[in-house]
């Protein structure tokens, strides 16, 4: 017996103590993270009435439309009573989405929601996220195959999720960065490397006073000049083959015809660029000409972007032109991040919390409020007391036992409400 004792000593030992505190409190967080993503998307009425959603949890249907046929994507409330007992894909949240749960990509389910929907969405956008693949590697996730420990990261740009060790740069700490765009969104949207050299966290950069970013040799980056210098970085030039500078000068010259981005209002980045020599021949104040007037690096990496950096992009006519070509505008909205709807979600979902005690006390007179506080403090000594014997016998608290518990209280308080004498005056 002696030694049963003490090997249940040693085993308490082991075993980590956890509180009811620490319980509540995990339980808090979880809560809060799934206020997060669900908080601002609506879980009994389908959103396809909204029309494109500015953002919204999404959820692919396996069941419904495996791999092989047309993608589609459903909202939070068809998920729960459209395809409840179906094998879903959860895509986090996607911009501009309608729900497509019961169009025509549905063979054989009929929207129980909002089954009047248009055949197709064609404003929305598809991926490989939709049906369970991700990043260039394209493969599920988890992956049961992978067994390398990997976190996920959006592009805020193609909204795909990429393993981090397949971005081309190693993500800084997660609380160090707020948002990310892929290697491919990097090259189709070059401009953003004009921006990249002064804002993202991973600074890439030419300049002395700048960290350049995985820098191994000039085979697989491009050293882009101001328009008025003509030659290379003194610490680059030497090592730069002839095919090398011809690919510095194609760039040059498609940089010079890139529309450019101005400021609109004041911001940190004028202090930057206060002693810098501008391009007379630039747009007055367009802020992208200042960026490029200074040499930056291309890579063919991700960056990584810190919080507003959004509010440091350009608004003039020609980028917004610039923007609306290549399908980006939403950069320049800040309500478009993902933070702002997580943030949206938990101040809705805040407002919905409520007391229900305090609500049924609010709304009695004073009479009322100490019968209810009398009765409240009498059902939570015997609940205690009851709970207690369980306790003290080391056995499990089973439904059963509550039902019981609740039927023998209610029981005693009608013995007890039977019992009164009522007097009349």
């Given at each position: 017996?002696?030694?049963?004792?003490?090997?249940?000593?040693?085993?308490?030992?082991?075993?980590?103590?956890?509180?009811?505190?620490?319980?509540?409190?995990?339980?808090?967080?979880?809560?809060?993270?799934?206020?997060?993503?669900?908080?601002?998307?609506?879980?009994?009425?389908?959103?396809?009435?909204?029309?494109?959603?500015?953002?919204?949890?999404?959820?692919?249907?396996?069941?419904?439309?495996?791999?092989?046929?047309?993608?589609?994507?459903?909202?939070?409330?068809?998920?729960?009573?459209?395809?409840?007992?179906?094998?879903?894909?959860?895509?986090?949240?996607?911009?501009?989405?309608?729900?497509?749960?019961?169009?025509?990509?549905?063979?054989?389910?009929?929207?129980?929601?909002?089954?009047?929907?248009?055949?197709?969405?064609?404003?929305?956008?598809?991926?490989?996220?939709?049906?369970?693949?991700?990043?260039?590697?394209?493969?599920?996730?988890?992956?049961?195959?992978?067994?390398?420990?990997?976190?996920?990261?959006?592009?805020?740009?193609?909204?795909?999720?990429?393993?981090?060790?397949?971005?081309?740069?190693?993500?800084?700490?997660?609380?160090?960065?707020?948002?990310?765009?892929?290697?491919?969104?990097?090259?189709?949207?070059?401009?953003?490397?004009?921006?990249?050299?002064?804002?993202?966290?991973?600074?890439?950069?030419?300049?002395?006073?700048?960290l350049v970013l995985n820098v191994d040799g000039i085979g697989d980056q491009e050293?882009?000049?101001?328009?008025?210098?003509?030659?290379?970085?003194?610490?680059?030039?030497e090592d730069v083959p002839e095919h090398g500078k011809d690919a510095v000068k194609?760039?040059?010259?498609?940089?010079?015809?890139?529309?450019?981005?101005?400021?609109?209002?004041?911001?940190?980045?004028?202090?930057?660029?206060?002693?810098?020599?501008?391009?007379?021949?630039?747009?007055?104040?367009?802020?992208?000409?200042?960026?490029?007037?200074?040499?930056?690096?291309?890579?063919?990496?991700?960056?990584?972007?810190?919080?507003?950096?959004?509010?440091?992009?350009?608004?003039?006519?020609?980028?917004?032109?610039?923007?609306?070509?290549?399908?980006?505008?939403?950069?320049?909205?800040?309500?478009?991040?993902?933070?702002?709807?997580?943030?949206?979600?938990?101040?809705?979902?805040?407002?919905?919390?409520?007391?229900?005690?305090?609500?049924?006390?609010?709304?009695?007179?004073?009479?009322?409020?100490?019968?209810?506080?009398?009765?409240?403090?009498?059902?939570?000594?015997?609940?205690?007391?009851?709970?207690?014997?369980?306790?003290?016998?080391?056995?499990?608290?089973?439904?059963?036992?509550?039902?019981?518990?609740?039927?023998?209280?209610?029981?005693?308080?009608?013995?007890?409400?039977?019992?009164?004498?009522?007097?009349?005056?």
């Open positions: 017996m002696a030694g049963a004792e003490g090997h249940a000593g040693r085993q308490s030992e082991l075993e980590p103590v956890v509180s009811l505190v620490d319980v509540l409190e995990e339980d808090e967080e979880l809560e809060n993270e799934a206020c997060a993503v669900l908080g601002g998307s609506d879980s009994e009425k389908c959103s396809y009435s909204q029309g494109s959603v500015k953002r919204q949890a999404l959820y692919a249907c396996s069941t419904c439309t495996p791999e092989g046929e047309e993608p589609a994507g459903i909202c939070l409330a068809c998920s729960y009573e459209c395809h409840g007992s179906h094998k879903l894909f959860e895509l986090y949240t996607k911009r501009n989405f309608r729900c497509d749960c019961g169009n025509s990509k549905f063979k054989n389910l009929e929207c129980k929601l909002f089954p009047d929907k248009a055949k197709t969405n064609s404003g929305n956008k598809y991926n490989d996220n939709f049906f369970g693949l991700y990043c260039i590697c394209k493969r599920p996730y988890p992956d049961p195959e992978d067994e390398i420990p990997d976190e996920m990261i959006q592009c805020i740009v193609c909204e795909d999720w990429f393993h981090g060790r397949h971005l081309g740069a190693i993500p800084p700490e997660s609380g160090d960065f707020q948002e990310m765009v892929c290697q491919a969104c990097m090259k189709r949207c070059a401009f953003l490397w004009a921006y990249a050299a002064q804002l993202a966290v991973t600074k890439v950069s030419a300049e002395d006073d700048g050293v882009i000049k101001p328009e008025n210098g003509d030659h290379l970085d003194s610490t680059l030039k194609e760039v040059k010259a498609e940089q010079t015809n890139e529309p450019c981005t101005s400021s609109s209002s004041e911001s940190d980045l004028q202090t930057v660029f206060k002693n810098q020599h501008l391009n007379t021949e630039s747009q007055p104040g367009c802020r992208l000409q200042e960026l490029k007037a200074k040499q930056f690096v291309k890579k063919d990496t991700a960056t990584y972007w810190p919080l507003n950096w959004r509010s440091k992009l350009c608004t003039c006519k020609d980028c917004m032109k610039m923007y609306g070509d290549l399908d980006v505008l939403f950069l320049t909205d800040e309500y478009d991040t993902v933070l702002a709807y997580e943030n949206k979600g938990k101040v809705d979902q805040a407002a919905d919390r409520r007391d229900p005690l305090m609500d049924t006390l609010n709304s009695m007179n004073r009479v009322q409020q100490v019968e209810l506080i009398c009765e409240y403090n009498d059902l939570k000594t015997e609940l205690k007391d009851y709970l207690k014997r369980f306790a003290d016998e080391g056995t499990v608290v089973k439904r059963e036992d509550i039902q019981q518990f609740f039927e023998e209280f209610q029981s005693k308080k009608r013995r007890r409400v039977d019992g009164m004498q009522y007097y009349c005056s």
